[in-house]
Structure formats: C-alpha cells, structure tokens
C-alpha cells in the first residue's frame, strides 16, 4: 500500500511538472509571437488591416440588410432560374445537371439546361449549401441563394483591394476597397437577394485582373495559371468573361504600341489566355466551338503577335538600327494580315461562331433599334450621364484626373489602368447593366487619381518631397496649413460621397422582390403576394399537362414554382416562339383562338394592374409595344403591322396611344372584361390622383370583348383572379369555340 501511495504521489507530481511545463512553454510561445509581430506590424500596418476589416464589413452589413427588412424572397426575374438550377444540381448532382432535358421549358421542343445555363452561380449557392447540411446546420437552399450575392459583393472589396495594391500601393488598395464597398453601381448587383451571375461575376473578373498584373510584375507562372483558372471560372459564370479576355487582348496590343513588350508579357498573356480557353471547352454550354467564336480568336491572335515580338527581340541585337526598324515594323504588319486572313477565312467557311446579338449590340448600341427583344429589357437600355453620375458621384471628378496622370506616365501598370477605366466606361455607356463593371474599374481609377493627386502633400508634409532646384520655389509654398487645406477639402468630398451614395443604395437595400405585388391601401403601400397566389393557385389546379400562355417576363416564376409546361421564358433564346405569343396576344380572338390551338396553350396569364402603383414590375399593359413590335418581326404564324396598334407622330416617335385594332385584341379584351368602373379606376389611379383610365387608353369605348366577338367570352374563361385583382389566369375551353374552323389558315386580314 506503501509503495502504491508513492508511485501515484510521484505520478501526481509528475502531471503538475508536465502541465506547468506545457503552460510555461506556450506563454514563452505567445511571448515570441508577440515579439516578432510587434516588430514585423508597423502601426500603418495595423491601421491599414483594421481599415480593411472594416471596409469589408461595411460591405458585408449593407449588401445584408434586405435579410433583416424583408423575406428571404430572390429579387428580380433571372435568379428563379439560378435557383431552379441550383435545386438540380443539389437534388441530382452536377454530372445529371449536364444532361438534364427540360422538357416543361419552350414547349415543344425543351430547353437543354446543362448545354444553355451558366453554372458558377448555381454552384455558388449549392456547394455552401451542401457543405452547411453536412455540418448539421438547418438551413435551405433558398437562405444560401440569398445571402451568397452579398457576401460574394463583400469578397469583391477585398479583392479590388489586392488589385489596387498592385496597381499602385496599399492606400490605393484600400481607397478602392473604401468606393467599390458603397458604389451604387455594385450594390444594386451584390445585395442579398438578387441570386444572378453579377455578384460572382465581378469577383472573378477581379481575380482574374489580380492575379494577371501580379503574374506580370513577378513573372510568376503559378499566378498567371491562377489568373487562366479565374477567367476559366468567369466563363462559367457569367457573359463579362467576353470583356475581360478581350480586355487582357487589347492591353498586350497595347504594351506593343507603347514599344514595352517584355517576355514577362508574351508568358503572362499566353500561360492565362490558353489556361482559361482549356478549362473552359471542358463545359458542356461551351465546349470546343468556344475556340472559334468571335470572343475568343482574337485573344488567341494576340498569342501569335506576342510570338513573333519576342523572336523580334532575340534577333534584334544582330541587326543594324535600320533592318531592326523595318522588321519590327514588317513582323507587326505579317501578324496583323495574318489575324485578318484567319477572321475571313473563318468567316468564309462558316468555321467561325455566329456573332451573338447582345455582344454586337453592347460594341454598336444603335444596333439595338433593330432588335426589339433586347431593346424591350430595361437593362439593356442606353445609359444617360445622369445616371453614371449617379453611381460614380465624386468618381466622375476624379476620372479625368487620372487620365491626365495615366498620359504623363503610361507604365505597364498605369496603362492598364487607363484601358481598364475606358473599356468600362464605353461600355457602361451602351447598356445600363453594364454599369457593374464600371463599378470596380471607377473605384480603383479614383483611388489611383486621389492618391496621386493627394502625393506631393503628404510628402512635404513628412519632408520627403525630393525637388529640383527650378521647381523648388513653388513646392516651398506647400506649408502644412495647406496640407491641411487639401486633406480636409478630400475629406469632406468623401463624406458628401458616403452620404450620398448611401441615401441612394437605401432603394437598391429596401426595394421589395419583383415577384411581390405592391398595393396602395389607402394609406400606404404594402407587398401583395399575388404573384405567390397565382402560382400556388397553378400548382393545385393546372399541373404539368398543362401549357401556359403568358408574356416571356413571367416565365422563371412559372417554371421554379409550378410544374405546369411553359412556351417561353426569360432565356428569349427562340424569336419566333416570343414574336407568336406576342401576336396572339395582339390578334383578334378567333385568330388568336387559332394560334393557341397551334401551340397547344391551355391557360392564359396576364397581369393587369401591377406597376401602376409607385413600385414593382410594369402591368403587361406597359408591355404592348414590345409585343407588337416583336410580333411585326419574328412571327411567323400572323401578320402584324406596328401602325395598326401603336400611334406615332409625325417624326415617327411612338406617343404612347394605342389605336384601331388594339381595342378588338385578345389582350384588351382579357385586360378589361369584367372589370368594373371602380375597380379600373383604383387600378389606374395614384393616391390623392384618382382617374379613370390609364395613359395612352383613357377613356376608350370598347371594354372586355368588342360587340363582334362576344361569344368568346364561353372560350376565354376567367378561373383565378388574385386577392388585389392583379394577376388574371384564363382556361381556354377549345370545344366552345364557334363554327370557325380553329385549325383554318391563321391569318390577320378580315
């Protein structure tokens, strides 16, 4: 018992030994560490990374504010259809995503999904989403998809943050971090909610910017393999890949112009160009005809210029000035006949990818009056001046500033920078949506112009400002009271900035889904659900044997909610198929009967009075235009004449009036049958500006269906009318139909 007293006391003692021993040796650790940081973190470093940290919540909390004001419900139109993908892929796997046939989309012929979606986005929500249910946390698939485009965006200030830091320095960095964290321009994108390809978007177009310039400036081939996979990702993900490589293109032209090519260009350019295309013809939306699309054989063209610059200058030292000249000119010239000969060659034998609408739209926007299916999307609208001032405020002081220093020193860097801020800034200019890739290029162009402009004050003031004997006597006039001056100037100038901004990115934060409905009740505006309702409403009573008739806007909700079969959607990939349902719309209702007998519809939705409130999406009234102008050019199953539906001055300018045959439409007649008086004036109405009738139909005679076709009314029958009287969904009963024969040659003349 003795001897066991004594082991255990000695095993006792031992443990305390050992313990005190861990602890002495982890303080003497911890005492270390802090050592070596006191004497590694400057107090600027310290302050810059706090400054960082809280730039970057400041972006995470605004961009999440709609989870704490609102449902979690997506925002706009094209997130439904990131979601129904995102649902796929984490019901069925990736791999199924790839050949998955929608059947109940664009009836009759499908909708290849995994040949037609971008996947970056779907795979944004779903990975994290996969990866919290494995961690046991309870949450869904649609909380993931709502908070990703914030913390996405919140990632996007920290990577233009590394992005400026290597453009320039560490106070560029951060007060490019600083803008892009309240740009408007990039909020109304990145806020939680709006589940679309932008948020990832800009992030990997920033990653790829990153991690090319550090390639460049360390002639690194890891970063340029990281910069190829980044772009890789950018093309999986969303349609500003196109820009980015092009821009990368147009920069290697440039550094040739500027007579400053370097091998660390010819390995940059090529090890990122080839890695992304690589990777990327390995999706199946891609595959190998990305190769040879018009995006791509450009960048791929430059690959052999920088080719043939780079014998250039392993051969010039052997030759006299004079040969050097005329082969340098000779090899520049060779390169671009041969891009020339390639794109007509390509052109020719049809080898080269058909120029997409939208692309060619974007570079020519007056292009875009001949394509009413893009014009007919507010985004893709001209953007005006008001409205990049808006978004870039102080910014657009700056721009200018910069170019001027960008002019006095056109360094690798700095011409970058300079052709990062115009590209962006044109094509902002040609379409509104565009305005999020101005967004990051105006933030670090700003912060480039201000660090620049603030330089020689905070060097004076710290005494290291290194003059010439002929410039000193007016930098001696630089006291420190007028470094004061300046520094308390540009604070002010950003505060107003902060101000501002914030009051305006308030709409982009509060304003409710577009799905919901919102209803005046009197005394304030409300969301309705009667988008909810209607679809709920499809769900029980409709089912997938059933085919939906409805303008294209619609077609997500239908599709992510219901299982009913749909004609169109928001992807507007088939013309004809939009330009028919338009036409339908637009005809009288015996050939409209005949249309829709063709396309097999058997419910009809329409939406009568939503927009006409102070928010939410147009009523498909607003939409008339659109459908007659898209009908006029792509159907091919009715004749339909802009002049007989839309009125226009003189000049030839629609004046917002609809005549003649409008009145006898389908669409007019399920607008307004059965619809009181009282009911269409509150309808049309604003509060405290009650009328009857809405704009460009005030005061027509004809309501419902026209005298002539009132036994249509059997055919065309109401089955749901939402709570507010905002959503109307007809069945069409085909055997009441009279003697016409529906199956007749469809045509518009009487």
């Known amino acids: 018992m003795y001897h066991e007293a004594l082991f255990l006391s000695r095993m006792k003692d031992r443990e305390v030994h050992s313990m005190s021993t861990v602890l002495k040796k982890g303080w003497e650790d911890l005492t270390t560490r802090y050592e070596f940081a006191k004497e590694h973190l400057s107090r600027e470093k310290i302050l810059l990374y706090t400054s960082l940290t809280l730039v970057f919540l400041m972006a995470l909390i605004i961009r999440l504010l709609p989870m704490l004001k609102q449902e979690i419900i997506l925002k706009a139109n094209d997130p439904f259809s990131q979601f129904l993908t995102a649902q796929f892929i984490v019901d069925h796997g990736l791999f199924e995503f790839f050949k998955w046939i929608d059947t109940q989309s664009w009836w009759p012929w499908g909708r290849a999904w995994g040949a037609s979606q971008n996947i970056g986005t779907a795979l944004s929500a779903a990975i994290p989403y996969m990866v919290l249910r494995t961690l046991g946390f309870n949450v869904t698939l649609e909380l993931v998809a709502f ?73 690194s081939t890891i970063q340029a393999i990281l910069s190829g996979v980044s772009l890789a990702a950018l093309f999986a993900s969303c349609g500003a890949a196109s820009y980015t490589i092009d821009l990368l293109a147009l920069y290697a032209i440039a550094l040739l112009i500027f007579r400053k090519y370097s091998e660390r260009l010819f390995v940059t350019y090529s090890i990122t160009v080839l890695v992304s295309l690589i990777l990327s013809i390995l999706l199946p939306r891609l595959g190998t005809g990305h190769l040879t699309s018009t995006s791509t054989l450009l960048p791929l063209g430059i690959i052999f210029l920088l080719a043939l610059a780079s014998l250039y200058q392993n051969f010039r030292h052997n030759l006299s000035p004079q040969v050097r000249r005329y082969l340098g000119i000779g090899s520049l010239t060779a390169g671009a006949i041969a891009v020339v000969i390639t794109l007509a060659y390509a052109l020719i034998t049809g080898s080269l990818g058909p120029l997409q609408s939208k692309f060619v739209t974007t570079i020519l926007p007056f292009l875009r009056d ?272 802009q002049t007989d539906y839309l009125e226009y001055d003189e000049t030839g300018q629609f004046v917002q009036k609809y005549v003649n045959k409008f009145y006898t439409s389908l669409f007019w007649a399920l607008l307004t049958t059965d619809i009181s008086e009282t009911l269409w004036t509150n309808i049309v109405g604003s509060p405290g500006n009650q009328q009857t009738g809405y704009g460009p139909v005030k005061g027509a005679e004809i309501r419902g269906f026209a005298p002539e076709y009132k036994e249509y009314e059997k055919v065309y029958q109401e089955a749901f009318f939402s709570t507010h009287q905002m959503i109307r969904v007809f069945k069409i009963n085909y055997d009441a139909a009279p003697t016409v024969n529906i199956l007749s040659p469809i045509t518009t003349t009487p």
């Open 370 to 641: 001949n394509t009413p299916i893009l014009k007919s999307v507010s985004e893709h609208q001209i953007v005006t001046w008001a409205s990049i001032f808006r978004n870039l405020y102080v910014l657009v002081i700056l721009i200018p500033v910069g170019l001027y220093y960008v002019y006095q020193r056109p360094t690798e860097k700095n011409l970058f920078l300079g052709l990062y801020l115009l590209s962006a800034l044109y094509f902002a200019g040609s379409m509104v949506r565009l305005i999020l890739i101005l967004a990051p290029a105006a933030s670090v162009f700003g912060a480039f112009a201000l660090d620049e402009t603030l330089k020689p004050f905070s060097q004076a003031f710290h005494g290291k400002l290194a003059l010439s004997k002929r410039k000193r006597h007016i930098y001696s006039k630089i006291s420190n009271e007028r470094v004061a001056y300046a520094f308390i100037f540009i604070g002010i100038m950003l505060a107003t900035y902060i101000v501002i901004t914030m009051d305006q990115n308030r709409g982009a934060v509060s304003s409710p889904a577009s799905i919901l409905t919102i209803t005046w009740t009197g005394q304030r505006y409300e969301a309705g659900y009667d988008w909810q309702e209607t679809l709920l409403w499809i769900e029980n009573n409709a089912g997938p044997s059933s085919i939906g008739f409805f303008w294209w806007d619609y077609g997500y909700y239908v599709r992510a909610h219901t299982n009913m079969t749909i004609l169109v959607d928001n992807a507007t990939w088939n013309a004809t198929q939009i330009g028919n349902v338009g036409a339908a719309f637009m005809s009288t209702p015996d050939v409209a009967l005949r249309i829709l007998k063709k396309l097999h519809a058997t419910h009809i939705i329409i939406v009568v009075g939503q927009g006409l409130t102070a928010r939410g999406l147009d009523s498909d009234l607003g939409k008339v235009p659109w459908m007659v102008r898209i009908a006029e050019q792509n159907s091919d199953l009715a004749d339909i004449n």
């Open 147 to 219: 908070a990703m485009p914030a913390i996405l965006g919140a990632l996007s200030v920290l990577a233009i943050y590394g992005l400026g830091k290597e453009l320039a320095n560490r106070r560029v960095g951060l007060l490019a971090a600083f803008f892009l964290s309240i740009s408007p321009g990039h909020i109304q994108r990145s806020v939680a909610g709006f589940y679309d390809n932008e948020a990832i978007g800009v992030l990997l177009m920033i990653l790829t910017f990153y991690f090319f310039v550090r390639a460049l400036k360390r002639d």
